[in-house]
């Protein structure tokens, strides 16, 4: 069975940072890409990055270019996403997820597993 779960989240003032952890396990015998995705309460679930299998290959929403890093450690089975620079409209629960695959792919349709998601809320 494969499981997702998030760890990290929380509350942090405007102009912090926060780091994302999603640990990875049952997928022990493919290759996968990974990503994280935000939503909040009403609205559709929105793209924030993605990495590739071999994490040479990143891609990320253009909300969070240049604030955002995305990163993985495959010998742990476990992605990362840092968060700098934390803006109230950041505040949302985030989701990793997973996909069988190479590449980095944006598309919340093309995701295989998804973890149970945790709350960030950023104060003004």
């Known amino acids: 069975q494969v499981q997702l779960v998030e760890s990290g989240g929380g509350l942090v003032q405007a102009g912090g940072s926060l780091r994302l952890s999603c640990a990875v396990s049952g997928l022990t015998d493919s290759r996968y890409s990974m990503g994280w995705f935000r939503q909040v309460s009403g609205k559709e679930r929105e793209f924030v990055a993605a990495?590739?299998?071999?994490?040479?290959?990143?891609d990320y929403g253009d909300s969070v270019k240049g604030r955002f890093t995305i990163s993985r450690d495959s010998g742990k089975n476990t992605q990362y996403l840092q968060m700098n620079s934390l803006k109230p409209e950041d505040t949302a629960v985030y989701y990793c997820?997973?996909?069988?695959?190479?590449?980095?792919?944006?598309?919340?349709?093309?995701?295989?597993?998804w973890g149970q998601g945790t709350q960030v809320s950023v104060s003004s």
């Open positions: 990495i590739s299998w071999s994490g040479e290959s990143t």
């Open positions: 997820a997973a996909r069988r695959g190479v590449g980095v792919r944006r598309l919340v349709s093309e995701m295989n597993y």
